[in-house]
């Protein structure tokens, strides 16, 4: 479908937001709540990590039952114990790189907006962040080695299977003295740094182990410095999947800024202060993921200067600005990319990662300047907690919007040409056929006969929709011109990943607790 009419914009309601420093009107589309279950979109988002388990499943508590154990004598090769986390997205292999920025996410969006969360909720997201944990607590606890993989990706790829049943060899990856990986390590300790704020009231004797988890996890990072895909045998199994292609020197600082917010410990605001330069703190970018750090630090570690009480910090804060000023299009910054139909764009696949991360950084950066007086200066424009709160929302609704029965008055809620929602098993309409090894094939519930290797390839060429629904997954997404095929096939489009997923699951939150997008404030 065509983009909305001159007539029907007219008519949608707007919300005018000031921009202080030229006093600008800007034009901002407000969707309405009304038709839009947050609630569910966030228990579905949450949810979704249960498909995604490896290892033993609980007897009691597994939600997504299409599943079943797998994976369980990981870590064999090496005699040690690897049994647990994540698959990364539709394969059968654990990434530790991805999974720990997973990690990461999910912690950061339950510190922030945690308390949105129905109870239920949050105990379910505590629960998600703790599957990733005990897994990468594992992966630290021998000494002079930090084991960042299991599963030799090309034979993995090369077989459509269930993770009940595959077969593959399970390699283990480590990184060493001889061949570091700063950056697996340094997300490793962002981590459990960061997952040790969501357990400190619930259960401290955890969250202490966490914590001392993300202590020697950067100093590993920091004594033995190097990215682990410059390791040829490293490079092999982790790319073209997941290299390290902007350095490890961000993951330095990430670490170091997590560890400085749960423990609050000079130390390392010596670190982020006495190494950022070096580090490449002042690096512009205008993306955050799984590779690239440099925004979230800049957010993350501006909290303090914003809130009074580091002053040295301010840099931080400009360089916040700077990537929050390449998303507002009266900025004269160099700005992100949106699609016709307003969905921020990336080239490369898996675009709603980008739209996730993006849109969570918006809305914790909101957070922060709301408890101050203080803007985001764009040169001649000065944009306020309120702007990017919108922008935000707007992102998120992309994401999670799906065709109404009706038309609510006067406007269609968000941007979507497709009118589907791209998070599967909300809405009416949603990705039925996405590339996900589990998803495509019979539940080993309803088929305990083993399916090998090539017996899947009929399950993948199918035109049928997926047997079970990996409810709560967000897929890859539309391209550049808004077009979405429901296409298995097409990996880049169609695939899930963890880490698209977790920032939604704050975004989520702070939309289930501020529902009206009229507040222009963030409830703590």
């Not at 020697?216 to 390290?244: N, V």
């Not at 993951?251 to 609050?264: I, Y």
């Not at 609510?408 to 040409?417: C, E």
Request: charged share 20%.
């Amino acid at each position: 479908m065509a983009l909305l009419s001159a007539p029907v914009r007219r008519r949608r309601s707007r919300v005018r937001v000031l921009l202080v420093c030229c006093c600008l009107l800007v034009a901002l589309v407000a969707p309405s709540a009304a038709g839009h279950d947050y609630g569910d979109a966030l228990a579905k988002s949450i949810l979704f990590f249960e498909g995604q388990r490896s290892g033993r499943l609980p007897a009691a508590g597994q939600r997504a039952a299409w599943r079943g154990d797998s994976a369980v004598s990981d870590g064999g090769a090496a005699g040690v114990d690897l049994e647990g986390g994540y698959y990364d997205a539709g394969d059968n292999v654990k990434f530790g790189f991805p999974m720990a920025f997973t990690a990461t996410m999910l912690a950061w969006g339950v510190v922030e907006f945690g308390d949105a969360m129905p109870p239920a909720e949050r105990a379910h997201a505590a629960d998600a962040v703790r599957w990733a944990t005990d897994y990468l607590l594992k992966t630290i606890s021998h000494p002079g080695v930090i084991f960042i993989q299991v599963g030799d990706p090309t034979k993995d790829h090369g077989c459509w299977e269930r993770p009940e049943d595959m077969d593959t060899a399970r390699t283990v990856y480590n990184i060493s003295a001889a061949r570091p990986g700063s950056d697996v390590a340094g997300e490793t300790a962002a981590a459990l740094a960061a997952a040790s704020m969501v357990f400190r009231d619930d259960d401290p004797a955890y969250a202490a182990r966490l914590l001392a988890g993300a202590r020697r996890g950067f100093e590993f990072a920091d004594e033995h410095k190097g990215a682990y895909s410059d390791d040829p045998e490293l490079r092999a199994g982790g790319c073209p999947f997941y290299c390290d292609f902007d350095g490890y020197q961000d993951e330095l600082l990430w670490g170091a800024a997590w560890l400085r917010r749960a423990s609050k410990e000079g130390t390392y605001l010596d670190y982020i202060q006495n190494n950022g330069k070096t580090l490449g703190a002042e690096d512009s970018t205008n993306e955050f993921g799984w590779d690239n750090k440099h925004a979230g630090i800049n957010v993350l570690v501006s909290k303090e200067f914003i809130d009074g009480e580091v002053l040295s910090l301010q840099s931080y804060k400009e360089f916040a600005d700077g990537f929050i000023c390449t998303l507002i299009p009266e900025s004269s910054s160099p700005h992100i990319t949106y699609t016709p139909g307003g969905m921020i764009y990336k080239p490369g696949g898996s675009n709603m990662q980008h739209v996730t991360s993006i849109s969570f950084l918006l809305l914790t950066y909101a957070k922060y300047l709301s408890n101050s007086s203080r803007t985001v200066n764009c040169g001649n424009v000065s944009v306020g907690p309120a702007t990017l709160q919108q922008l935000a929302r707007k992102q998120t609704l992309n994401i999670i919007l799906y065709l109404f029965t009706y038309l609510q008055a006067d406007y269609i809620l968000g941007d979507n040409p497709m009118k589907m929602s791209y998070m599967v098993g909300y809405g009416d309409r949603y990705p039925q056929r996405i590339h996900h090894r589990g998803s495509s094939l019979p539940s080993i519930k309803s088929h305990p006969q083993r399916i090998a290797c090539n017996d899947g390839t009929p399950y993948y060429n199918s035109s049928s929709p997926n047997p079970n629904p990996l409810i709560g997954a967000v897929v890859g997404g539309p391209g550049e011109d808004d077009v979405y095929e429901d296409d298995r096939a097409d990996f880049r489009k169609s695939e899930p990943t963890t880490y698209i997923n977790a920032p939604l699951v704050g975004v989520l939150a702070y939309l289930v607790g501020n529902p009206d997008p009229g507040q222009g404030h963030v409830r703590h």
